[in-house]
Nanobody, 125 residues
Framework: VQLQASGGGLVQTGGSLTISCTAS????????MAWFRQAPGKTREFVAT????????YYSDSVKGRFTISRDNAKNMLYLQMNSLKPEDTAAYSC???????????????????WGRGTQVTVSS
């Protein structure tokens, strides 16, 4: 599976942005998927995860209520809608697919076999 995130950019505090992840190589309809982010000098951080059918989602406390993860299995796409953005949301956002790993680990990097190159989101104050 190849994953490619896109749609990042520069946005003002309080603004909104939706980023996308395109999967290719095979269908990801049986994978749970997630978004992670990494700011300069910091470790990779879990943002949100979604089950294979889209029926279950989990968010980190730092984005809960502001971000929405969704997917379109027919298009092999994953999305992250980000509202009320804050400067601390500035990071490179990467998508990931489980590739058969345990859903017990869905909120950690160990739950994912496949990773895409990140897209940069910068929130100006």
């Amino acid at each position: 599976v190849q994953l490619q995130a896109s749609g990042g950019g520069l946005v003002q505090t309080g603004g909104s942005l939706t980023i996308s992840c395109t999967a290719s190589g095979r269908t990801v309809s049986n994978d749970f998927m997630a978004w992670f982010r990494q700011a300069p000098g910091k470790t990779r951080e879990f943002v949100a995860t979604i089950s294979s059918n889209g029926g279950t989602t989990y968010y980190s406390d730092s984005v809960k209520g502001r971000f929405t993860i969704s997917r379109d299995n027919a298009k092999n796409m994953l999305y992250l809608q980000m509202n009320s953005l804050k400067p601390e949301d500035t990071a490179a956002y990467s998508c990931a697919a489980s590739g058969g790993r345990s859903e017990r680990d869905s909120r950690t990097q160990w739950g994912y076999s496949y990773w895409g190159r990140g897209t940069q989101v910068t929130v100006s104050s």
